[in-house]
């Protein structure tokens, strides 16, 4: 009689098995049904990073290897005047009279700043504030060659110039023209204070920066890496190792940094390097105006922001093609204008002697006037942000 029930254990655990499981499916979230009785279905949350991945890059080795050797630093070799100290006590001036002080020469180096080579027979990128006043150019390269170099061309304007170096089997960093965008992880490379070459690593902090009063021309990258008296001319490179910008400016209260450092793009840099070579100098188009920005009540209505010319300088392009003080630009070749760098920018590459249209609001009427493009002449600028100083 106990034999008979000794399966009653089992089917106790199976029922329990099976109750489990139902009640598992019946806490499990129903799909929302709709308002005409459809089930709808659940919604699916994608993750916002990949998370399945170790990890991201942990070293940047490889692009710093590649870049580097082609970084260099540029010091300036100058002759001192030395003066026997006796000279400078009146007393013995005066009792000997201001008679030609004995004098020698002996040379004072001083380190300037930093470059990019950017082709294989020696050409260098630098900065134009690197080189203004130097007497003698010398660079030295990572491998720890040094050569004389001589001044091809400059730029003013966008605070670039081209320097050669006679030197075999250099290293080159190619530029990268587009695809540089916020948030881009990127390495400044140069020699800051003089010390020596280092690497700063930051991102992208914004792109096509303007009317910052650093140059003329400005369409500037912007990071946060930090960028040091010494840095300018270096270069600014992507983890690849491309050349993506030259270091040329800080934005800085005590002369360091502050995470905000701007850099020329390499599209520009290779404009004025191959104009450089071309010509010998950078011709750019230019209309002989002044600017300033439109009343915050035009740029906050719907009419068209523009800008508005505040000086015209007599018989220059635009003088000559009609256009007066106090006319609003909106167009120019049909493209709307945005500001004031933005309409500098467009004008300047056209070439001499090219024909434009440009659309004026004078008064309520717009007006449509055809300028002939003259030819820039170079401009000096003064600016509260700081170009890199030199050591």
């Known amino acids: 009689m106990r034999r008979s029930f000794s399966w009653l254990p089992w089917v106790l655990l199976v029922v329990v098995i099976i109750s489990f499981i139902g009640w598992q499916k019946y806490q499990q979230p129903k799909p929302p049904i709709a308002s005409d009785g459809v089930k709808m279905p659940a919604e699916k949350v994608e993750?916002?990073?990949?998370?399945?991945?170790?990890?991201?890059?942990?070293?940047?080795?490889?692009?710093?290897?590649?870049?580097?050797p082609a970084v260099v630093n540029i010091f300036t070799t100058q002759k001192v005047k030395q003066t026997n100290p006796l000279f400078n006590d009146p007393a013995f001036r005066e009792f000997f009279g201001d008679q030609q002080q004995g004098r020698t020469q002996s040379p004072n180096e001083n380190s300037l700043g930093s470059g990019v080579i950017v082709r294989p027979d020696g050409y260098i990128l630098t900065n134009n504030h690197v080189i203004a006043q130097a007497e003698q150019i010398v660079v030295s390269l990572q491998d720890g060659r040094r050569a004389e170099a001589t001044v091809v061309g400059t730029d003013p304007d966008t605070d670039l110039a081209v320097i050669k170096i006679n030197l075999d089997n250099l290293p080159v960093l190619p530029f990268k023209l587009s695809g540089n965008e916020v948030g881009d992880v990127v390495l400044a490379i140069g020699n800051p204070f003089g010390v020596g070459q280092t690497v700063t690593q930051g991102i992208i902090s914004a792109t096509g920066r303007s009317d910052l009063g650093i140059n003329t021309y400005e369409d500037f990258i912007q990071t946060d890496a930090a960028i040091n008296p010494g840095n300018s001319g270096g270069a600014l490179i992507d983890v690849a190792g491309n050349l993506i910008g030259v270091n040329t400016a800080i934005f800085s209260q005590s002369g360091g940094s502050l995470g905000i450092?701007?850099?020329?793009p390499a599209k520009v840099c290779q404009q004025v390097l191959n104009s450089i070579l071309k010509d010998g100098r950078v011709i750019?188009?230019?209309?002989?105006?002044?600017?300033?920005?439109?009343k915050q009540d035009d740029v906050l209505s719907a009419k068209p922001a523009g800008v508005i010319v505040a000086?015209?300088?007599k018989n220059g392009p635009a003088a000559l093609a009609g256009l007066k003080l106090g006319d609003k630009i909106v167009k120019v070749n049909d493209e709307d204008i945005t500001s004031a760098s933005h309409l500098i920018n467009y004008v300047a590459l056209?070439?001499?002697?090219?024909?434009?249209?440009i659309e004026v609001v004078r008064g309520?009427?717009?007006?449509?006037?055809?300028v002939k493009v003259g030819e820039r002449k170079v401009l000096s600028n003064e600016s509260q942000y700081i170009p890199l100083p030199r050591r």
């Open 311 to 313: 000086d015209v300088l």
């Open 47 to 68: 993750p916002l990073l990949n998370t399945s991945r170790a990890g991201g890059v942990v070293s940047f080795s490889a692009a710093v290897k590649v870049a580097a």
């Open 261 to 264: 450092g701007f850099s020329i």
């Open 364 to 370: 309520n009427q717009p007006i449509l006037l055809n």
């Open 284 to 294: 750019r188009g230019w209309l002989g105006i002044s600017l300033v920005a439109p």
């Open 350 to 357: 056209q070439a001499p002697n090219t024909e434009i249209q």
